[in-house]
């Protein structure tokens, strides 16, 4: 029984550990998303990371590797709405201009497709049934502004998975907001 415990106990500090302590490589850190089984083949979740960007992480394939996830940055180029994962229709999608992005982040539709503008897309990783973010150095340092790893010294660099996300300052869509006859435009 003691040899049990210790195993079961072993077990969860290897967990805590991976969750409390993010690795970091030369182009960023690897944060902690969810559990593999979180994801539904299908479903998507929008995923916070310091600095405050959000990430559409979503699972379009029924395996369970790195590849069968996708992470792209949830704010549409175009101005600024939220994008959101289609299952049916194999795309992230904007309503608020019909734009719309394959899951690799390609604008193929829409105002970002005429610009261009792509979605940013994230690295993802499976360790054993965990799925963890690589967040770039430029984003942690946005999160750090004084360019102290103390946050992450003390076990506190981690994102967090958020029902939605409240859309505020310039890139809110303009069609949306209040309208200002001094400041709106053509929609
Ligand atoms: S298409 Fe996304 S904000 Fe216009």
């Not at 969860?12 to 991976?18: I, N, T, Y």
């Not at 994008?83 to 719309?100: I, L, Q, S, T, Y």
């Not at 907001?177 to 053509?186: D, H």
């Amino acid at each position: 029984m003691g040899a049990g415990l210790v195993a079961s106990y072993g077990t969860l500090a290897w967990f805590a550990s991976r969750f409390l302590y993010p690795k970091r490589d030369e182009e960023g850190a690897w944060l902690f998303v969810c559990t593999v089984n979180r994801l539904e083949p299908g479903s998507s979740l929008l995923f916070k990371i310091p600095g405050g960007e959000t990430i559409a992480v979503a699972r379009n394939g029924r395996g369970a590797d790195a590849g069968d996830f996708v992470a792209l940055s949830s704010t549409c180029p175009h101005l600024g709405c939220q994008v959101h994962w289609e299952a049916n229709k194999d795309r992230f999608f904007c309503p608020c201009h019909n734009g719309a992005f394959d899951r690799g982040g390609k604008a193929i539709a829409g105002p970002p497709a005429q610009a261009g503008t792509d979605l940013k897309q994230y690295r993802l990783r499976v360790d054993g049934s965990l799925l963890y973010i690589n967040v770039p150095s430029e984003l942690l340092a946005k999160a750090e502004p004084n360019g102290k790893p103390a946050r992450e010294a003390r076990g506190e660099l981690h994102g967090r998975i958020v029902e939605r996300v409240a859309v505020r300052g310039p890139g809110h869509d303009p069609c949306l907001a209040p309208r200002n006859p001094e400041t709106s435009r053509e929609c």
